[in-house]
């Protein structure tokens, strides 16, 4: 089964611009998580959607948007960049919502502000 | 809230030796998981082991092991036989009962592994 697939692999926008970043889920999984990393940190919790439906948000401005789609792929939108969201972009996908479970990372989206 | 502590920023071990990576961590919630990932540079997050706050006994997974000393707050990764393939930045992260997917990471010790 394929893993966790994410694209672009690396984007290099301007201040001001917007973005788009896709993550597709293992499949069978509902639910996707998105993380920042930004160099040297851990990763950083931005959002969660199962079944479609936002259940968690971490504490980043409303720049930051996501929404998930029939097929339980995703997107995370970024407005009005800013060179602070220069990061690695990380998407998770989960089996389910129990605690247990685990969150299987794709191999993320670097982006780059100049 | 719930934080994780990682308190080594670099290890460095021999090939064929074992090491431990220490994680703290300290939540109000009595249920809780702790996770340990390995992100080589290529950048992906790899899981390794898990641990729940009530199982009783320690997790392992192959070479990986999870010291867990739930009094103490301390979620300690050992790695038995070190291989070169080791060689990454190691994350220890806590997800609490909140009914949603959130891990909270730390910042993550950097292990070098040394022919």
């Known amino acids: 089964d394929a893993g966790v697939t994410q694209s672009p692999t690396h984007l290099i926008k301007t201040r001001g611009q917007h973005v788009t970043l896709r993550c597709s889920p293992i499949?069978?999984?509902?639910?996707v998580s998105w993380y920042q990393q930004v160099l040297g940190q851990g990763p950083q919790f931005i959002f969660q959607y199962y079944e479609k439906e936002e259940r968690g948000r971490g504490n980043f401005p409303d720049r930051f948007s996501a929404r998930q789609f029939p097929n339980y792929s995703s997107e995370l939108n970024v407005n009005a960049l800013l060179l602070g969201d220069s990061a690695l972009y990380l998407c998770a996908s989960v089996r389910g919502q129990g605690i247990t479970y685990e969150q299987y990372f794709g191999p993320g989206t670097r982006l780059t502000v100049t | 809230a719930q934080k994780i502590t990682q308190t080594q920023p670099g290890m460095f071990v021999q090939e064929k030796e074992a090491v431990t990576l220490d994680c703290t961590y300290d939540t109000s919630d009595p249920s809780y998981g702790l996770f340990w990932y390995k992100q080589p540079s290529s950048g992906e997050m790899i899981f390794l082991i898990y641990?729940?706050?009530?199982?009783?006994q320690n997790a392992t997974e192959g070479r990986y092991s999870l010291n867990f000393q739930k009094a103490r707050k301390s979620a300690n990764l050992v790695i038995s036989a070190s291989q070169l393939g080791d060689s990454a930045m190691y994350f220890c992260?806590?997800?609490?009962?909140?009914?949603?997917?959130?891990?909270?990471f730390g910042t993550g010790t950097r292990l070098l592994v040394s022919p």
């Open positions: 499949s069978g999984h509902k639910s």
């Open positions: 641990q729940g706050s009530y199982d009783q």
């Open positions: 992260a806590m997800r609490e009962n909140t009914g949603f997917q959130k891990l909270v």
